[in-house]
């Protein structure tokens, strides 16, 4: 079901969130933290209207 589909997502995510910055190494782990941080980023923005959501989890856009 999706909703462990986003468990799973951001369970991988959090193992490599350190790595997820805005200038990333150029080795896998980091491009897996920037993808998959992109992908999580995504699924919580449908939740940006709640009054818990954080802006530091508003998607980045990256160049």
């Known amino acids: 079901e999706r909703i462990e589909t986003n468990r ?3 369970g991988e995510y959090v193992e490599v ?4 910055t805005d200038r990333p190494a150029e ?3 980091s491009g897996r933290a920037v993808g998959l941080g992109f992908a999580v980023r995504q699924l919580a923005a ?3 209207g709640h009054p818990d959501y954080q802006a530091r989890w508003l998607p980045r856009f990256i160049q």
């Not at 969130?17 to 997820?20: H, I, P, S, W």
């Open 8 to 10: 799973v997502m951001v």
């Open 17 to 20: 969130a350190d790595l997820d």
């Open 27 to 29: 080795d896998f782990r």
């Open 46 to 48: 449908e939740y940006a």
